[in-house]
């Protein structure tokens, strides 16, 4: 079964600090799709970036970067010089396609990111 | 282009009571979702349509929660009757497919207070 992992329940830091979020996941399944979704203090769950398991490639947008690594089953997320609108709530999950077109997101718990100014 | 619709935000009821939800997805979205976050946790699937069939409710407890996408656009969700377990927020999202790996966009959920 997938599972997805955040060891990391919260982390504070100081503004212009970077920070890197951990995601490690499971699965048994050779095609998968990883997630990473912010969610701000107003509930709304905001995409971030979709990655899928065919590419290795590490992304950055603006301040944003992932390392997505299949050896160690882990997809990182760090923020770059972090800005007090940076605080919320990351999560990183998981979606296995199936034969009946089923797009279910298994989530981790969360990492709690408080900036401080 | 006009979000993930959903009502009421807040709602406050009795154990043994019933409770509905209501959800409009973004226009054009053949893909409809229920999750519930309990408070400290990630999301968890409750429920998927894909038009107005169901695709997946293998995690929806059927004894007491029900869910309904009449003509493949708004959806309902209810709880009935609630127990104290079930304070959550209730996030309803929408997709453009089903498949694996499509993009899902949520609404600001509904935060159930069960006392």
């Known amino acids: 079964a997938q599972k997805v992992t955040q060891a990391q329940t919260e982390i504070s830091v100081v503004e212009k600090e970077d920070v890197t979020l951990d995601c490690v996941y499971e699965?048994?399944?050779?095609?998968?799709?990883l997630f990473w979704y912010k969610q701000p203090p107003s509930g709304e769950l905001v995409f971030l970036i979709r990655?899928?398991?065919?590419?290795?490639q590490n992304e950055i947008s603006g301040r944003y970067s992932w390392n997505f690594q299949k050896s160690t089953s882990s997809f990182n997320f760090t923020i770059t010089a972090s800005q007090v609108v940076d605080s919320a709530v990351y999560f990183c999950?998981?979606?296995?396609?199936?034969?009946?077109?089923?797009?279910?997101?298994?989530f981790g718990g969360g990492t709690r990111l408080m900036v401080k100014p | 282009e006009a979000g993930v619709a959903q009502s009421p935000r807040y709602k406050i009821i009795e154990k043994r009571q019933s409770v509905a939800f209501w959800c409009n997805p973004i226009?054009?979205?053949?893909?409809l979702y229920w999750y519930q976050q309990i408070l400290g946790q990630g999301p968890k699937l409750l429920i998927q349509?894909?038009?107005?069939?169901?695709?997946?409710d293998s995690q929806l407890p059927k004894d007491r929660f029900s869910a309904e996408r009449l003509k493949g656009v708004d959806s309902t969700l209810k709880i009935q009757p609630a127990k104290l377990e079930d304070s959550a927020v209730y996030l309803c999202a929408s997709s453009l497919e089903g498949i694996g790996g499509t993009e899902a966009f949520f609404g600001q959920g509904t935060r159930l207070t069960v006392v």
């Open positions: 990655r899928n398991s065919f590419d290795e």
């Open positions: 999950a998981l979606s296995e396609p199936n034969n009946n077109a089923g797009n279910m997101l298994t």
């Open positions: 226009s054009g979205h053949a893909t």
């Open positions: 699965t048994r399944d050779t095609t998968y799709y």
């Open positions: 349509f894909q038009n107005n069939g169901v695709v997946d």
